[in-house]
């Protein structure tokens, strides 16, 4: 995990964290914090397990720990967060020893966060996604019913 404690102690991404925490101080719908980040990350480690995907945790933690950080750069929101997230975190990656190879597949994750084609798909884009949509817990939200979230999408109830 030595890589992945280096994302937490970079200075980049300290600062994305205080931007984010500053952009959404008075945001009324989930924010996007280390607590989300570390919740993914856990429901994710906790798919991987369950299903035998056997990815390496430490690109795990990354991707969770990063796939959101673009949304520190709310004027820049096109194409999506989660490209910007995926263009914060390529320097971050490479000033946290993290290979060529590795980089490109945990980016890809990142920039595939959203898309619901990666739903129960076996590979770190698909548990990222998943993950992402498990951590919210929509069945004690006050704004369940102004949140863009499908009712197909949104947790109801605990389901792991
Ligand atoms: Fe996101
Ligand atoms: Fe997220």
Redesign the pocket.
Known sequence: MDRANKIIKNSDYQKYLDELQKIEKNRKF?R?NLS??LD?ARIALIINLKTNAQINAEHIYAA?LL??IGRAKADVYEPSHAAVSAKLSEKILRDCCFFESEINYILDAIIN??DENFNNVKNLSGILYMA?KL??PCYMCDMKEPCFWSLDNKNLELKI
Do not use: P
């Open positions: 989930c996007h989300h980040f993914v969770a796939h959101d966060h959203g992402d951590s919210r």
